[in-house]
């Protein structure tokens, strides 16, 4: 993906790593291998590309990775063990890369609670829905629009550095 990238728009300037997400579900009905599975895809997917779209964003002189984790990489709630186990490994590879290639490429995570895709839609009933949205600050669920302007705002290219 990076190489074609590369080969038809002639550099990566930025890579967002959203691809995500595991169902929830009880502990004691919980394997390793739903683990090891959520981990492939939540973490080792993104690290893959991430490697292989380093070099290029070293070159291009304003590279930047965003990372979108979730809120519940940060706080617990039941039935979330894998998700919530995850998205937290993704949110600390985030401060680790941001550690290892600053200032050179910025890093940073975007941590959205329940945003309102089509699988939310497909599995909220009204009355978790209207729970929800009491609980939010903005008495609304966020929307694939709200993370994707947080990702334009956080990929914006920095100016080119000179050293």
């Known amino acids: 993906m990076v190489e074609r990238t590369v080969a038809e728009l002639g550099r990566v300037d930025i890579v967002v790593n959203n ?55 940060r706080i617990a709630g039941r039935g979330l063990l894998v998700y919530g186990t995850v998205k937290a490994a993704l949110v600390h590879m985030t401060r680790l890369l941001a550690a290892d290639l600053s200032p050179r490429v910025r ?41 994707a302007a947080a990702a334009a705002v956080c990929g914006w290219p920095h100016p080119q550095r000179t050293t």
Do not use: C, M, W, Y
């Open 107 to 147: 890093v940073n995570a975007i941590a959205p609670g329940i945003i309102e895709t089509d699988a939310l839609k497909a599995a909220l009933t009204n009355q978790i829905r209207v729970r929800v949205v009491e609980a939010t600050p903005l008495r609304r669920l966020g929307t694939v629009e709200d993370v």
């Open 19 to 73: 691809a995500g997400g595991a169902s929830p579900g009880a502990f004691l009905e919980t394997t390793a291998a739903d683990l090891e599975e959520a981990f492939r895809f939540n973490v080792t997917a993104g690290f893959e590309l991430t490697k292989h779209a380093v070099p290029h964003l070293l070159a291009s002189g304003r590279g930047s990775i965003i990372n979108v984790t979730s809120v519940f990489g």
